[in-house]
């Protein structure tokens, strides 16, 4: 086995083309990922006309003033600008496909917003409809920064009502046109008409009258007091708990794009590799010869098995330290990593072989493994509830039979904890069942 | 495998019909006409091999001794290859016996069994360690020069001609010195002059004791390469002998390929 094993790796050294894919196809992904992670998503590219005068983009609510570029910079957080001079430009900006969209600020939203709320502003959006997608992303991207916006500004009133609440309740300064107005306060008032009732004989019938009214200001103390949480609840009615369970807890978005990079790439190379080396030996005829003792049928897939994951499992380590330059890894399970890139070599390997055995030809157990390979991927990615449960239960038993999903698992568990063991022992037991097809494929193999 | 000679009896062996047929005597005529009292390096009894319905081979037996060229010829799906690829070892009959020293058998297959990517050195160093030859680069080195490829034994296999190509196949069916030579087809595809060399290849290692055993369509190259013939059609050995007893047994013809048309017709083939 050990010679055979040096004679593929010969065959390998004399194929410079196969051997350049098997190292610059892993990089080049491995470059891809880690530079799209790196870089986040761009920004949709918005035309933007604001028809607020130049220095007007303030406005007072109750005596609290409210910088409306504040908000329009959080807009340029998530969109790239393209200034416009006027609402002609911004649409042909946007039918063109300069911009994916257009964001109109009216001249009169500061006037509107200064009302507090009792006028409200409209925006003019403008959406380019040729690309369905496109539209749909920047679409979700203006109308998200609109609800922070709008969640901005309505926290601010709350603000602004809950000062005039407080001032009710406990009295002060208000300004108005200008001038101070003391304002007594209910607090203050309660305080004043509980000293005047107590002046007053008991039982006398102002007492009487007086105390009603000390009374109802009590009431009204006591629920202003609520005022400030029910305007909360106003401005944000929903307030979301997040909590994750399951094994991908705490796992950061990289981290499994990462593994899902990897284990991609390692399937294709290692399961490609097994299928051709072992069709090969048919296609060079060396079978016949191998068959007559010179090597048992299990020895040769072994082989077939060593030498691909050999390969796959060099190339899944050159990835994961490729991608690590780049993106934040934990270095410390780096022993994790070995383990989980050699198991997944294994059950990918096998899986090869099965292939390579079935199919006979060099070109037809490619094509036969890539075909198989491609969509085993997609299904192992479709995630729970994005399916009907009946379709979802088929695509977990498809995910099941072939050594993608618990690879995946295991490469996510390595490199961003949860539980290796069960994806592992899924593996192994793939492996031993792939070798046994590929075992009997033998049979009809000289 | 041992290197003692042994009986294989094919698992789950049946008798056949002609299982009581006696075995055919341990001594053959050779082309000189002479006859030579030898044990025979190879002796199969009544093998038989069924895949599924189809019956390739139905109760074959011969026998071949050290030194002796047989050439089994045949119409397409005769059986031939079956035969050989059982005596290689590929495969195992459904019913029979063979006697044959395992680990004395070269193998040359029909096409180039051999490694297009290594050089012709390496492929005969590959199977040499492969086949356990205790002197890897004295075999290596006799095989370059027996096959007079030594001023090619670095260029890749793929680079040679079929011809060159044949007799690195060749060279490594002999690798491990073997007293029994299997070849299936061994001059297909070849050119005259290839063809030639080719025969002249085996003729000397016949010459040396081992006992070549050969499929060939082309039946004027049995009648000049071969000692006996053995002619296999519709999964049965029809007949055992020399040339020259298989134009007699035709009849009013003078060659081996019209005695060999004829013996055919008159069987319904």
Known sequence: ?446 | MSSATRSEPAPGATPTPNAQRPTPPLTSPTLAGTTVATEPSLRVDDIGMRYGDLVALRDVSFTAKPGERVAVIGPNGAGKTTLLSILAGIQRPSSGRISLDREHVGWVPQHAAVYRKLSVAENLRLFARLEKVPDVEDAVQRMLAQTRLAGRADDEVGTLSGGNRQRVNIAVGLLSDPRLLLLDEPSTALDPRHRERVWEFIGERAETGTTILFSTHNVGEAERYADRLLVLADAELLFDGTAAEFVALAGDVHDVEAAFVRFLHARGH
């Open chain 1, 1 to 446: 086995m050990r010679w055979l094993l040096l004679k593929d790796l010969q065959i390998l050294r004399r194929s410079p083309l196969l051997v350049a894919l098997l190292i610059i196809y892993p990089v080049l992904v491995a470059l891809l990922i880690g530079y799209a992670l790196s870089r986040g998503p761009s920004k949709p590219k918005v035309a933007f006309l604001n028809e607020v005068p130049k220095g007007q983009g303030s406005f007072d609510v109750g005596g609290t003033k409210i910088n409306g570029n504040q908000y329009a910079n959080r807009f340029f957080e998530a969109i790239d600008p393209v200034p416009v001079k006027n609402r002609a430009q911004a649409l042909e900006k946007v039918r063109s496909g300069q911009a994916l969209a257009a964001l109109i600020i009216p001249a009169d939203i500061v006037q509107k917003l200064s009302t507090g709320g009792l006028e409200q502003p409209t925006l003019d959006v403008i959406y380019n409809a040729e690309n369905p997608l496109k539209r749909q992303y920047v679409e979700s991207t203006i109308q998200f920064q609109l609800a922070k916006a709008n969640q901005a500004l309505s926290g601010k009133f709350r603000e602004v009502a809950a000062q005039y609440i407080g001032l009710l309740l406990k009295g002060g300064t208000f300004n108005a046109f200008g001038a101070n107005f003391q304002i007594l306060g209910l607090k203050n008032a309660k305080a004043i008409l509980e000293g005047v009732s107590a002046s007053l004989p008991r039982g006398s019938p102002e007492r009487k009258a007086l105390d009603q009214v000390i009374h109802f200001a009590g009431l009204a103390i006591d629920n202003l007091d609520l005022s400030n949480a029910a305007l909360s609840s106003i401005s944000a009615p929903l307030k979301v708990k997040t909590t994750t369970i399951g094994a991908g807890k705490d796992q950061p978005l990289d981290s499994f794009a990462v593994a899902v990079a990897v284990t991609i790439s390692m399937m294709f190379v290692c399961v490609l590799l097994a299928a051709g080396m072992l069709a090969l030996e048919r296609e060079e005829n060396a079978f016949t010869r191998l068959a007559r003792g010179l090597v048992s049928r299990l020895g040769l897939l072994t082989e077939k098995i060593s030498l691909a994951a050999l390969c796959a499992a060099l190339v899944g380590l050159a990835m994961l330290i490729g991608i690590g330059a780049f993106v934040t890894v934990d270095w410390g399970r780096f022993p994790l990593w070995v383990v989980a890139v050699v198991f997944a070599a294994a059950g990918f390997a096998a899986l090869g072989v099965a292939i390579g055995g079935l199919a006979r030809e060099v070109r037809a157990a490619s094509l036969f493994a890539f075909l198989l390979s491609l969509p085993v991927a997609v299904i192992a990615l479709v995630p729970s509830g994005a399916t009907n449960q009946t379709l979802y239960d088929i695509i977990r038993v498809v995910s099941a039979i072939f050594p993608f999903r618990p690879a995946l698992d295991a490469m996510d568990a390595a490199l961003s904890g949860g539980g290796i063991a069960l994806p592992l022992l899924h593996l192994v037991i793939l492996v031993v069942a792939f070798g046994a097809i590929a075992r009997l494929s033998l049979r009809r193999f000289a």
